[in-house]
């Protein structure tokens, strides 16, 4: 496994803005902030192992049909970096779509009346998207308000890219997992069973496990069938463990015959990723608490 402890708990711990209509991301009428990550930390090519520059990251993810970015939750510093991701990537060419782990299937309608609202040109403030989108507080608002903002803005859909409360209790109750040569590899379950046991200390009771690794994976398979089904080229922003080509969403990819996405993730210095989990790696200092 090629994970490190501290990596594994940092994904663990899990003012109005006005839409303007009719228009692509970060035009001169956006009331959101752009923020300067150009200096946050350093990007590698993680197959090459050499340093790129925020542009250069640009002009080879602005050839990929998808992208995957993989997050540490909690990070301020990687919602900053996927803000300035969207806005530079629609400067490159049209953004198709982008999808989120935080907003889950029985979100959408809202999404959609807010997204009608911004075309439209009706103003709506982040406040009064959150309460329309229903957000859920485990994402904390303030953290995230800047890229979903960004995404609303966007002459493009956003996506769902999560199960509803509802299913993941469904597999909760009665574990399942999706059928497929890649994702049901022993050594996939084995790498997600010891990171669920690692993330609990070790106090998890077998049956638990099971069905935590059944809800990991039927939200890696959702991830994907919606990046498959949604219009291209498209992001999707999720967490790091969702996003890595060894265990995550890239091989339910491989399972629906989808094509290869390309993987950025973020992280924290310290963390060694390999270009077995990631092509490019965006690290940033580690923020004190």
């Known amino acids: 496994m090629f994970y490190t402890e501290r990596f594994i708990t940092s994904l663990v711990l899990s003012c109005a803005f006005v839409l303007t209509a009719c228009q692509s991301p970060a035009t001169k009428n956006s009331t959101i902030d752009t923020p300067d990550v150009a200096e946050y930390g350093s990007i590698t090519d993680a197959a090459a192992g050499t340093t790129l520059t925020a542009s250069q990251l640009i002009t080879r993810l602005g050839d990929a049909p998808m992208v995957i970015v993989g997050e540490e939750h909690t990070n301020l510093q990687h919602h900053h970096i996927e803000q300035w991701l969207l806005e530079n990537l629609a400067k490159r060419r049209p953004q198709g779509s982008v999808l989120m782990e935080m907003i889950d299937v029985s979100q959408q309608d809202g999404v959609n009346r807010v997204k009608q609202a911004s075309l439209s040109g009706a103003p709506v403030s982040a406040s009064r998207a959150a309460e329309t989108l229903h957000w859920n507080s485990g994402w904390p608002w303030e953290m995230y308000r800047g890229v979903v903002m960004t995404a609303i803005e966007g002459h493009y859909p956003l996506l769902a890219a999560n199960l509803s409360r509802q299913q993941v209790k469904a597999l909760y109750q009665n574990p399942t997992f999706p059928r497929g040569e890649h994702a049901s590899r022993p050594q996939v379950h084995e790498a997600l069973s010891a990171i669920i046991f690692l ?46 080509k060894d265990i995550g969403v890239p091989l339910h990819l491989a399972d629906l015959q989808a094509g290869k996405p390309m993987v950025l993730i973020l992280t924290t210095d310290g963390t060694s990723l390999t270009a077995n989990q990631a092509d490019y790696v965006w690290s940033v200092p580690a923020v004190k608490r």
């Open 199 to 244: 993330m609990h200390g070790g106090q998890i009771e077998s049956d638990q496990l099971t069905a935590m690794m059944s809800v990991q994976q039927h939200r890696d398979r959702f991830m994907a069938q919606q990046l498959r089904q949604a219009p291209h080229p498209a992001l999707l922003i999720a967490g790091g463990y969702h996003a890595s």
